[in-house]
């Protein structure tokens, strides 16, 4: 059931640059998106969402962009820094499946100095 | 900031045992979740819980699996007769709502099934 899909397994930038984040999804009634990073040995935390009414929604230095056309969403982290580094997930629901989140597989982000 | 916490951090248990795994949601959310994450896959939605109710449930979640709001602040997640294969993280999240709305992780309970 691959409904939500991270094609970049890791992403390695460097420090004070831009990192991207892409996921992509197959399930046109998927209308809200998650982003969370997850440490070692921790929990996913809550970075960032948007609904699929906007197309970008921007949190300091995190930005999401939603194309739904394409089925398609970006997290931008500008400028990168060195505690970013962890996995990074996207995940999916609709309103009807009452907090149903697909998760994405992750991609690793290592920011280097 | 408030926290979901789960314990224990890692449980080890006999194949064919049950174990239990705790969950304390935030305290003004009204929304519960398990999911679980085996090594190496995605993080997997069990079920979510509501009222009292089981709102919504996976495919995974079969009759082995059981969940329960047993006070006001505790939410567990039962599973009968483990198997190998129930090795895994298990995540419990909380929410204020039941959609669009972010979901807040605990740090997880690993289960390792001998």
């Known amino acids: 059931d691959q409904q939500v899909k991270q094609n970049s397994p890791s992403l390695s930038v460097q420090e004070g640059r831009i990192s991207i984040l892409n996921c992509d999804y197959t399930?046109?009634?998927?209308?809200?998106f998650l982003w969370y990073k997850k440490y070692p040995a921790e929990g996913p935390t809550f970075l960032i969402s948007?609904?699929?009414?906007?197309d970008k929604n921007e949190d300091g230095r995190f930005t999401v962009f939603l194309n739904k056309s394409a089925k398609h969403l970006s997290l931008h982290i500008v400028p990168s820094q060195p505690g970013d580094s962890a996995v990074y997930f996207c995940a999916a629901s609709s309103t009807d499946s009452w907090g149903k989140f697909q998760f994405g597989a992750g991609t690793q982000v290592v920011v280097t100095p | 900031e408030p926290e979901v916490t789960q314990t224990p951090s890692h449980q080890v248990t006999q194949m064919g045992q049950e174990v239990i795994l705790r969950c304390v949601p935030i305290?003004?959310?009204?929304?519960f979740y398990w999911y679980r994450q085996i090594l190496g896959q995605k993080v997997e939605f069990l079920v979510s819980f509501y009222n009292n109710e089981i709102s919504e449930k996976s495919e995974i979640f079969d009759d082995q699996f059981s969940v329960e709001r047993p006070d006001g602040s505790n939410f567990t997640l039962k599973i009968r007769s483990t198997k190998l294969e129930d090795s895994a993280m298990y995540f419990c999240a909380s929410s204020e709502q039941g959609y669009n709305q972010p979901q807040h992780f605990g740090d997880g309970t690993r289960l390792s099934i001998l």
């Open positions: 305290s003004n959310h009204l929304y």
């Open positions: 948007i609904s699929s009414i906007k």
């Open positions: 399930n046109s009634m998927f209308d809200y």
